[in-house]
Structure formats: structure tokens, C-alpha cells
């Protein structure tokens, strides 16, 4: 068997966040059906279009590799999502479904940041210049994403959730 390098472990990383973000394409319609607060089913409608944005880009990774997106599945993607599925069938009552919501999609945006700047960081030290540009995009709409899920998270959903759970306090 021959030695794996840092190609190899590039390639297999990315072919796993392909297949993650395939995945998220059909978990997010889901996650906006269960949100009520409007932004936020706006928001997860608007990542839905990034996302497919993301796998397209993702296909011309590959392509200026001259390499295959099959053959990964993510695993810690099939966790989270199957994590926030749990959430939705909780019957909580709307402002904590949207509070639910949020933190589940911000830990599939903490894992989308640390890998695309784990290959971010790869690309980059092996010269894989077209690739490195279309990664680093995606980098930065994914941190935007968890930028804009915090503001909501703050400015509206937790405390409405909050005055939910303790009524008397509000």
C-alpha cells in the first residue's frame, strides 16, 4: 500500500465536506419549515441558495484537482443533523424551537469553519492556488452565516424564548 500524503488527506477532507454539505442541502428546507420567527427562516432559505453555491464551488475544487468528489460519507455532518432532527421533534413551543434551531445550526457552522480552514490552510501550503480562492469564499459565507445566526440569536430569539420559560420575569 503505497504512503498517504498531505494530497491524499487534503482530498479525502474535502470529499468529506462535500458530502456534508450535500447533506445540509436537504436538512435545511426542514430546518426553515420548523422555524417561526421570520428572519430565520429567511436566513436558513438564504444558506440553502449559498449551500448549493458552496457545492457547485466544491465541483470546481475537484475539477482543478482533476479529482473525484465521491466515495466520503461525513459522519460528524449525519451526527448534527440528526442531532437538530431530535430538537425538532421535541415539541417545544416556537421561540425555543427557533433558540433550537439556531444552536443546532451553529454547530454545523462551527464544523463547516474548522474544516474549510483546516483545507484552507492545506491548499494554501501546497500551492493549490484556484482552489484555495474558491475555498476561502466559502470560508467567509460560512463564518457570515454564524455571524448572523449570533445577532438573531441575541437581538430577538433567546430573549423571546426566555420570556417563555420564565414568564414572571418578563
Known amino acids: 500500500m503505497a504512503t498517504k500524503t498531505l494530497h491524499d488527506l487534503f482530498l479525502n477532507e474535502l470529499k468529506d465536506i462535500y458530502n456534508a454539505e450535500k447533506q445540509l442541502t436537504r436538512a435545511l428546507p ?15 432559505e438564504h444558506h440553502l441558495e449559498q449551500t448549493r453555491g458552496q457545492v457547485e464551488r466544491l465541483d470546481s475544487v475537484f475539477e482543478s484537482l482533476d479529482a473525484s468528489s465521491r466515495g ?3 459522519e460528524a455532518m449525519e451526527g448534527l443533523l440528526a442531532e437538530a432532527q431530535e430538537l425538532m421533534e421535541l415539541g417545544l413551543e416556537p421561540d425555543a424551537m ?8 451553529q454547530k454545523v ?3 463547516e469553519i474548522a474544516t ?9 501550503a501546497m500551492k493549490h492556488e484556484e482552489a484555495l480562492d474558491l475555498l476561502l469564499e466559502t470560508l467567509a459565507e460560512e463564518k ?10 441575541k437581538t430577538a430569539v433567546n430573549t423571546a424564548a426566555a420570556r417563555h420559560a420564565h414568564p414572571q420575569a418578563a
Open 30 to 44: 426542514k430546518m426553515a419549515r420548523a422555524a417561526t420567527n421570520p428572519e430565520l427562516k429567511q436566513g436558513f
Open 72 to 74: 466520503q460519507t461525513c
Open 98 to 105: 427557533d433558540a433550537a434551531l439556531i444552536a443546532a445550526a
Open 109 to 111: 457552522e462551527h464544523y
Open 116 to 124: 474549510y480552514g483546516t483545507v484552507c490552510t492545506w491548499a494554501k
Open 144 to 153: 457570515e452565516t454564524d455571524q448572523i445566526l449570533t445577532k438573531l440569536a
